[in-house]
């Protein structure tokens, strides 16, 4: 009788095609899209059989995460002993996590990462809320040699020297030294039902200087709080120091957009705010035009990923050391040419929603936190509201 079911099965359909039951498709994984980011900065002193409990701010949730760990300026293999993920669950003395979960990479729970390399763990099977603080921890038991970094954190991380544990999950309560960097790690994307992300490309202005400490206020992470409603994360590519045109603190805007934009997991639309350190910077890059042909190279390798860009105007900052008249000029050019140049598929102007009316060339003093180039708390958020405007227009390329 089995035999006779076994026949049926294969010859009914053949005979009575109208029979056939119709196949089932299998449901599409859920995307990777990228929740948080910092850009690579340089290096520090490597800290052999440290643990580095880095702490960072998640913009959209996920059913999983992963990690990337950048290798990218260090000269030497760099091995990873252990690195491990778990939510904040108390500030304080060694940002106390919850459940630990131990990362892997292709099954292994160490790698080693060669110079000028990036690598990304394996899924971590971890819940993660929107807007919650993760706690990335790397445990590094030799020395690797310059250490990779991102130096302008804004965020308290903990430290457990050599000696306090040999792996990355050492107690909290070993955490006894602070640092104001991110070590190794670059990247946090989550797999869950997000819309995909924004990636801002900047320098200091994105990077935060001039926010408050520990508590997220860069603008992109306001504008990540605006956009939660749409499920879409983003992403803080900034730089303090960076250019658009050379290099200077890390590789120019122009070098580094894939590894830091365009490359990122999700990534749905490019907002790029760079040029004000070419304009002040030594030396001084005076020819509009050059800026106008970076930012249509810019937008022209976006736009072949079929990514919109956003621009955004450069912001005032006469009363700063390195202001001059010569520079305030061409900044006045490359604004217009942001505005009306037509290079970009929507535009966010910064310039005019901080500046002075009574003086142009000056940030509104309630924007300014004293240097008279970057934002207050509050600067931050007229930024993030105005490059939110040029969003929701929905730019296409």
């Given amino acids: 009788m089995a035999m006779v079911v076994r026949v049926l099965a294969v010859l009914l359909p053949m005979l009575l095609p109208g029979l056939t039951a119709p196949a089932v498709a299998e449901p599409a994984p859920l995307p990777w899209t990228g929740s948080w980011e910092t850009a690579p900065s340089g290096t520090a002193a490597a800290l052999p059989g440290a643990a580095l409990r880095n702490v960072v701010h998640l913009s959209v949730g996920g059913l999983a995460v992963r990690v990337r760990l950048s290798n990218r300026f260090g000269t030497r293999p760099l091995r990873l002993g252990a690195v491990t993920v778990a939510l904040r669950r108390a500030a304080?003395?060694?940002?106390?996590?919850?459940?630990?979960r131990t990362a892997t990479f292709h099954g292994a729970s160490s790698v080693t990462v060669p110079p000028g390399a990036d690598t990304v763990t394996d899924t971590v099977a971890l819940s993660v809320p929107a807007a919650a603080d993760l706690l990335v921890t790397v445990y590094t038991p030799d020395d690797s040699g310059p250490a990779t970094y991102h130096r302008t954190a804004l965020q308290t991380s903990y430290?457990?020297?050599?000696?306090?544990g040999r792996a990355a999950d050492v107690d909290g309560g070993a955490y006894t030294a602070t640092t104001s960097r991110w070590y190794y790690v670059t990247g946090v994307d989550v797999r869950g039902p997000a819309a995909g992300s924004v990636a801002a490309l900047g320098d200091s202005l994105t990077d935060g200087d001039g926010s408050t400490p520990d508590t997220n206020r860069r603008w992109p992470d306001r504008?990540?709080?605006?956009?939660?409603?749409?499920?879409?994360?983003?992403?803080n590519a900034g730089l303090s120091g960076n250019r658009l045109l050379r290099d200077g603190t890390g590789p120019s805007a122009l070098a580094r957009l894939d590894?830091?934009?365009?490359?990122?997991?999700?990534?749905?639309?490019?907002?790029?705010?760079?040029?004000?350190?070419?304009?002040?910077?030594?030396?001084?890059a005076s020819d509009p035009a050059a800026y106008a042909d970076a930012y249509r190279a810019l937008v022209a390798r976006a736009h072949a990923r079929g990514i919109p860009v956003v621009g955004v105007t450069l912001t005032p900052y006469a009363g700063y050391p390195a202001w001059t008249a010569a520079g305030e000029a061409v900044r006045q050019r490359v604004n217009a040419f942001i505005r009306t140049g037509g290079a970009f598929d929507a535009v966010a102007d910064a310039d005019a929603a901080l500046r002075?009316?009574?003086a142009p060339a000056r940030l509104l003093p309630a924007y300014d936190p004293g240097d008279h180039l970057h934002f207050t708390d509050a600067g931050m958020a007229v930024v993030a509201d105005t490059v939110?405007?040029?969003?929701?227009?929905r730019p296409t390329p």
């Fill in 159 to 164: 430290l457990a020297r050599s000696g306090a």
């Fill in 92 to 100: 304080g003395p060694g940002a106390m996590p919850g459940t630990l």
């Fill in 388 to 393: 939110h405007r040029a969003l929701i227009r």
């Fill in 223 to 235: 504008l990540a709080r605006r956009l939660r409603g749409h499920r879409t994360g983003v992403l």
């Fill in 259 to 284: 590894a830091d934009a365009l490359d990122r997991a999700g990534v749905r639309t490019l907002v790029v705010f760079e040029g004000i350190n070419d304009i002040k910077g030594a030396p001084a």
């Fill in 356 to 358: 002075d009316p009574a």
